[in-house]
């Protein structure tokens, strides 16, 4: 039988197989297109077509993103509702927290991943004087504003990235709460009442997400990045993300342990 170790290794592989999946498609759409594109604008300098790659690694990236949250939150419910899978010697804790992490780290290592795509595909440009130029007009400004950076930009910078790894759980958690209520629900209403209900519960998901989402957007609204207390601004932000992802944890734990274990 897997261990908690066991099952956390297992689910981080079985995502990141789509993870290397995606970033392989990724590198290939990203080096047609910055083919194509160089191509097709034939009065660019060589500079330029060369820098095509990086555009189209940017580009390529938000897509790739947004289809691995989908992928991912697919495979999350698909263990959370197997019965195979919770007859590991596990508890329900640590069975929904290892499902959801598995996840989270394996997006953290997709963007890094982009990260290091996007630098690879910069070394060409260092064959440019002027590419070369500007990198050290830009270390340069750097060294001169380091106690500014040190001071203001990161911490602002780390509060911000919080802020995002934070929404991503809280996407996660509320789709799984979507899951398992909606199943809670049509399980003790009759078939007749099924459809009744699931248009119910719509209702109230949009309109808790709207509640939310108006608020979170007015608080982000809020921050003035040229205020003196920007990074206070943005420890507010995410404490409110912290409090909303733990109300859904608790609830998904809760409803796992007391009325998915069981079906």
Known sequence: MLSTGEFFKYTFKLKNKSVNFLLLLQFIVAIIGACWLAIYNSKLTLLDKWSMGIVMVEITSIFAIIIYLFISTVSNEKINSSKTWQLLPISSKNFYLVNLFSSVLNAIYLVFMQVIMALIVLIPLTAFKEFRKGVGLTYSLILKRMDLILKDVLPISILIVVFMLLFLIALYLFVTTVNFVSTLLVEQLSKNNSKLARFLLIVVIVVITLIIGIN????????????????????????????????????????????????
């Open 216 to 263: 979170m957007i007015d608080l982000a609204a809020s921050i003035n990045f040229f205020s003196s207390n920007t990074w206070l601004q943005w420890v507010r932000l995410d404490g409110v993300m912290i409090f909303i992802d733990l109300i859904f944890l608790f609830l998904n734990i809760w409803l796992l342990k007391n009325y998915h274990e069981g079906r």
